[in-house]
């Protein structure tokens, strides 16, 4: 069945910079776009990026376009989020999707802190 397991997270101050990981199994891993999603507390979960299935194409919400990058080793089957310049609404637990017509699949999220 189709896996998603996020690694990376943790806490760190404001301006400072981390790596999230998402390893897959059970699809075709180069064959869908990958996503990362954020859940604050009391809000709904956001888009935060997508990449397509051949890494060439990506897209980003507003509030983090230019601080995060998203990116995919298909060699690895793995998905990254550089997140650089974090602010403390950055603050989040962050989490991995595929979605096609057939499967919908979700990480268990990894949280993200950013506070001094």
């Known amino acids: 069945q189709v896996q998603l397991v996020e690694s990376g997270g943790g806490l760190v101050q404001p301006g400072g910079s981390l790596r999230l990981s998402c390893a897959a199994s059970?699809?075709?891993?180069?064959?869908?776009?990958l996503s990362w999603y954020r859940q604050a507390p009391g809000k709904e979960r956001e888009l935060v990026a997508t990449i397509s299935s051949s890494g060439g194409n990506t897209h980003y919400a507003d509030s983090v376009k230019g601080r995060f990058s998203i990116s995919r080793d298909n060699a690895k089957n793995t998905v990254y989020l550089q997140m650089n310049s974090l602010k403390p609404e950055d603050t989040a637990v962050y989490y991995c999707n595929v979605a096609s017509f057939s499967f919908n699949s979700w990480g268990q999220g990894t949280q993200v802190t950013v506070s001094s």
């Open positions: 059970g699809f075709t891993f180069n064959n869908y776009p």
